[in-house]
């Protein structure tokens, strides 16, 4: 897959523009969250930081994905779709994260954003099935509800997994970037820059939010994250009558799509309220096994660049390339499930010898 030079040029100078903006805004972004209290103050058994920390981190992301989007994106009805929904988005997480607002506004709201960008052309109209020579599936009147939640469970689906320092915004990126190279194959390069300036986005505010953060996102951030992954992803990607699969972006975003579904059908199993936060996620349950956060968020950071890589050979042409995509899979799940009971064993030994030395 070889793109063309000028594209790789926009691509670049939209990633590192936002980086940049992102970079030397979020100092003034916590400075403001401080002035305004939107400060997240720990004590809540799921919350792991330790002291009060700003949390409009995401607001320094957003204007970084807005400035770089306009400078570098040509205009049309589906970009700007797509961008008038992120920013009444990034508007609502920005009052949620200074004023708390009720769940069922800020989903209305979330609604709301997906409908702009769905009128504007970004919508799910075919799914293609990658190991039966390319046959699609027309599915007609469906598009509309299905266009509309895959962006709702995309936008909270970040948010969820918020949790750990540098977790999220490293995800987002690994996830964009991997969605990147499969809207510039299918020619959908628009949305590539758009993918670009969000990837950009997340690695300058990545140095402020590795362990010890300095400041969170925040809903600010983290739901525009999810929305611009999920509006993004339905153009080019769900419409393709070639090799691309529904498959393509489920593995692309595949971890927080994972933890959200865990975590819904957990609580729902255990007559608990689905929207309701706990200490349940994928990200907890390796805390408890033993793993620091710099650990945990190296564990699933690469559990992401696996499925994204993945991602992009099942998007590809070829046999071989589907083979391998196969075999990247299985790995990245038996290297994940051997290093969690490497470090749970470790913790039990150590936990053991501790017993026997007090005894």
């Known amino acids: 897959m070889f793109l063309p030079s000028p594209l790789v040029l926009r691509l670049s100078c939209a990633l590192?523009?936002?980086?940049?903006?992102a970079f030397f805004l979020t100092p003034?972004?916590?400075?403001?969250?401080?002035?305004?209290?939107a400060v997240d103050q720990p004590g809540e058994k799921r919350k792991i930081h330790t002291r009060a920390t700003p949390r409009l981190g995401g607001a320094a992301i957003a204007a970084g994905f807005f400035i770089s989007s306009l400078a570098f994106t040509v205009p049309s009805p589906v970009l700007s779709g797509v961008l008038r929904g992120a920013l009444l988005v990034a508007l609502m997480g920005a009052a949620d994260d200074c004023f708390s607002l009720r769940a069922p506004l800020k989903l209305g709201m979330q609604l709301l954003a997906a409908l702009l960008a769905?009128?504007?052309?970004?919508?799910?109209?075919?799914?293609?099935?990658?190991?039966?020579?390319?046959?699609?599936?027309?599915?007609?009147?469906?598009?509309?509800?299905?266009?509309?939640?895959w962006m709702l469970v995309?936008?909270?689906?970040?948010?969820?997994?918020?949790?750990?320092?540098?977790?999220?915004?490293?995800?987002t990126a690994i996830g964009a970037l991997s969605l990147l190279l499969v809207a510039a194959a299918v020619g959908e390069s628009e949305i590539a820059v758009l993918l670009a300036a969000l990837a950009g986005g997340c690695l300058g505010f990545l140095p402020h939010n590795r362990c010890p953060a300095r400041i969170f996102m925040g809903d600010t951030g983290s739901q525009l994250l999810g929305f611009v992954l999920g509006a993004a992803s339905t153009v080019g990607m769900f419409k393709s009558h070639a090799a691309l699969s529904f498959f393509v972006p489920l593995l692309a975003l595949g971890l927080p799509l994972f933890d959200t579904a865990f975590a819904f059908s957990r609580r729902a199993l255990h007559g608990e309220n689905p929207l309701r936060a706990?200490?349940?996620?994928?990200?907890?349950?390796?805390l408890d096994r033993g793993l620091g956060q710099r650990g945990a968020v190296a564990l699933l950071d690469g559990v992401s660049a696996l499925l994204g890589l993945t991602a992009v050979l099942l998007a590809l042409r070829g046999g071989a390339?589907?083979?391998?995509?196969?075999?990247?899979?299985?790995?990245?799940?038996?290297?994940?499930?051997?290093?969690?009971?490497?470090?749970?064993?470790?913790l039990r030994r150590r936990k053991r010898l501790k017993q026997e030395h007090g005894a």
């Open 154 to 171: 995309c936008t909270n689906a970040v948010n969820l997994i918020d949790g750990l320092d540098g977790l999220a915004s490293g995800v």
């Open 321 to 346: 390339a589907r083979i391998l995509a196969a075999l990247l899979m299985t790995a990245a799940a038996w290297a994940a499930l051997a290093l969690i009971r490497a470090r749970a064993l470790a």
């Open 28 to 37: 003034s972004a916590g400075s403001l969250a401080l002035r305004l209290g």
């Open 118 to 149: 769905w009128r504007a052309g970004a919508r799910i109209e075919v799914l293609s099935l990658p190991f039966a020579g390319g046959r699609f599936i027309s599915i007609g009147a469906w598009g509309q509800p299905l266009t509309l939640l």
């Open 16 to 21: 590192l523009s936002a980086a940049l903006c």
């Open 278 to 286: 706990d200490r349940g996620h994928i990200h907890h349950r390796l």
